[in-house]
T-cell receptor, first 115, second 114 residues
Framework: SQTIHQWPATLVQPVGSPLSLECTVEGTSNPNLYWYRQAAGRGLQLLFYSVGIGQISSEVPQNLSASRPQDRQFILSSKKLLLSDSGFYLC??????????????FGQGTRLTVV | QKEVEQNSGPLSVPEGAIASLNCTYSDRGSQSFFWYRQYSGKSPELIMFIYSNGDKEDGRFTAQLNKASQYVSLLIRDSQPSDSATYLCAVTPRGGTSYGKLTFGQGTILTVHP
């Protein structure tokens, strides 16, 4: 069966510090991978998605970047965190079933607080 | 106009009642529709997906889709206190380039009281 691992679960970082969040998927190959952010009291917003190694698309301009160095590994990074980067970060995956993309399955999330 | 709209609630129902959650979307070409449940501090978990007009039932849950009205709903029968959570409606756009990207509504907070 497929599983998704995301770490760390919580993180408190000072403004201006770097960030690296990692996500790995097991039990499937060539998944679509996504990073979402949920700010306090708000809905989920798609930040990045990837359909293959090295292929990253950004949905919103921001202080963050993403990379996919391996098929089942997705990394979210920042060189200098802002207060507005605080939120609940969620990694997710999906695959194609026929011509349709399946539902997305989410990792456990990382709660980031920038202080 | 928001792409996916939900009543934020909170929606409060007594235990054993039917909870009705609603969602409208603006992209007429949207293809796939999902309902996720999110407990406080946790990640979303999939409840149901629906692709075609009509009803789809899974246990106590029924999803209803009306593409002409751009409306999707979730009914929860015999509501239990454990159903208390935020329910997120999500939609994927039309076409092969959607890559499964989800657009979420703001979520409806459901409280089931004993």
């Amino acid at each position: 069966s497929q599983t998704i691992h995301q770490w760390p679960a919580t993180l408190v970082q000072p403004v201006g510090s770097p960030l690296s969040l990692e996500c790995t998927v097991e039990g499937t190959s060539n998944p679509n991978l996504y990073w979402y952010r949920q700010a306090a009291g708000r809905g989920l917003q798609l930040l990045f998605y990837s359909v293959g190694i090295g292929q990253i698309s950004s949905e919103v301009p921001q202080n963050l970047s993403a990379s996919r160095p391996q098929d089942r590994q997705f990394i979210l990074s920042s060189k200098k965190l802002l207060l507005s980067d605080s939120g609940f970060y969620l990694c997710a995956w999906s695959v194609y079933r026929g011509r349709r993309v399946t539902e997305a399955f989410f990792g456990q999330g990382t709660r980031l607080t920038v202080v | 106009q928001k792409e996916v709209e939900q009543n934020s609630g909170p929606l409060s129902v007594p235990e054993g009642a039917i909870a009705s959650l609603n969602c409208t979307y603006s992209d007429r070409g949207s293809q796939s529709f999902f309902w996720y449940r999110q407990y406080s501090g946790k990640s979303p978990e999939l409840i149901m997906f629906i692709y075609s007009n009509g009803d789809k039932e899974d246990g106590r849950f029924t999803a209803q889709l009306n593409k002409a009205s751009q409306y999707v709903s979730l009914l929860i029968r015999d509501s239990q206190p454990s159903d208390s959570a935020t329910y997120l409606c999500a939609v994927t756009p039309r076409g092969g380039t959607s890559y499964g990207k989800l657009t979420f509504g703001q979520g409806t907070i459901l409280t089931v009281h004993p």
